[in-house]
Every structure is written in C-alpha cells, then in structure tokens.
C-alpha cells in the first residue's frame, strides 16, 4: 500500500521557521508532481508549492519569497522550509504526490493525512 507521511509540524512563534518533510512509502513506479497545500479552519485548502519531476515549481502567492520546497527524487520525498512565519500561515499543511505505482500503473492523486503549523504572535 502506497502511502504519504508527513512530518515536521509544530508550534512556533511569529516570524520563525519550520521544516516540512513528506516520504512517499510503497511499490512506487514514478512519481511526477509532489505538492503542499495547506487548509486553514474555515478556509478551502489552497496550494503552497509544488515541483514536479523536472524541477520546475510554483509557490503559493500568499507565501512566495517566504518558502522553498524541494524534492529527493532518490528517497521519494519532498521537504517544505517555511521561513518568516505569521499567524495567517497556521493550518494543517497536507503533502500529495502524483504517481504510478506497481498495481496502479494509472497516474493517480495520493494524500498524506495532514501535519499542523502553529504560528503564535
């Protein structure tokens, strides 16, 4: 079973950092776009950054110039460094991976279940 585990959340206050890691666990052929988004309470969840298999990334408009996210091609993995942070940043950050797997060679969305920012000011 193909799974996303993400790692690094936490409680930090305004104007820190903090380092998001996701690992796509399973029987994984290729995985070619790994993105963060983010939901907020009360909000729809909305794109933070993604890089696809060629190196190529968007960020979020509400957070460019504070993020950077990068990809371990090797391990299946993608990291998220959130720089600069403010209260408007606390949300449950989501990992998802869009990829192959050995019994699903159709390309597929995964999910990984969540990890919670929480910028204090």
């Known amino acids: 079973q193909v799974q996303l585990v993400e790692s690094g959340g936490g409680l930090v206050q305004s104007g820190g950092s903090l380092r998001l890691s996701c690992v796509a666990t399973g029987r994984i052929l290729s995985i070619s776009v790994m993105d963060w988004y983010r939901q907020a309470p009360g909000k729809q969840r909305e794109l933070v950054a993604s890089?696809?298999?060629?190196?190529?990334?968007n960020y979020g408009e509400s957070v460019k110039g504070r993020v950077a996210v990068a990809r371990d091609k090797t391990k299946n993995a993608v990291s998220l460094q959130l720089n600069s942070l403010k209260s408007e940043d606390t949300a449950v950050y989501y990992c998802?991976?869009?990829?192959?797997?050995?019994?699903?060679?159709?390309?597929?969305?995964?999910w990984g279940q969540g990890t919670q920012v929480t910028v204090s000011s």
């Open positions: 890089i696809n298999d060629g190196g190529n990334i």
């Open positions: 998802r991976a869009t990829l192959k797997t050995i019994d699903e060679p159709r390309s597929q969305s995964l």
